[in-house]
């Protein structure tokens, strides 16, 4: 399995028969600038996204029609997106599960809000949300945009996921210190690879209260574009 931080809210996760973008953000996106967006899609098969917000939904229509990859999402905000001209993927909601080809993806609650904003005004386009997603023996909790939230008390006991991809930036959603709270609280994750930082200046910059909250864990700092193998 290869996980490639695309900056910011957006991955590419290689993963037994899949290539699967999450809330892939390329133009604009601070940290992807000056890298190979044609590399960062390269055989993308699935495009999941977690809220409306436009760093997580700016470029879905455009990825999904040149890459030929389907969207999938919360019901509303799939919806939304095959209107606009994505192609058509999964709209399915909160304790839901769908299988692409070897892996399995369940949709979690999250906490933070989702809009898109149409003829300049914010449209609910669904709740927002996140993703177990199982593979090779091992399962992913992403977290999605999120604060802390008791959800993550059953999705630990539950799922039992072995890796975090967590939101830790801070302002937006929980900062490094409320990660690790909630990582060790709720989680016994043998792996941790934080994002939704280093983006803006008001987000944080580094993951060090994140590390020093979760010893014995793996915190992972992500570099954009280079696999973290696992």
Known sequence: MNIIWLGHGSFRIEIEDQILL???????????????????LAGA??????????????????????TGAPVSAIYELAAYLKDLGA?????????GSVEFGAVQVSMVPAS????????GRPMYVGAEIGYIIKGEGKVIYL????????????IGDYYQPDIGILSAGGFFTMD????????????????????????????????????????????????VMQPIAL
Request: proline share 5%; with cysteine; aromatic share 8%.
């Open 22 to 40: 999450i809330d892939p953000w390329l133009n604009g996106n601070p940290m992807m600038e000056g890298q190979d967006h044609d590399a960062a």
């Open 45 to 66: 098969t699935q495009i999941l996204v977690t809220h409306g917000h436009f760093d997580h939904t700016q470029d879905i229509v455009e990825i999904s029609q040149k």
């Open 87 to 95: 192609v058509e993927g999964m709209g399915f909601n909160k304790g």
């Open 112 to 119: 933070h809000s989702s809009s898109m904003v149409v003829d």
């Open 143 to 154: 977290s999605g945009d999120t604060g802390i939230m008791a959800d993550m008390d059953w």
């Open 176 to 223: 490094m210190k409320q990660a690790a709270y909630a990582a060790k609280r709720y989680f016994n994750f043998k792996t941790v690879i934080p994002c939704h930082y280093r983006t803006f200046p008001l987000l944080e910059q580094s993951a060090d209260d994140l590390t020093a909250g979760l010893p014995g864990v793996d915190v992972i700092e992500p570099q």
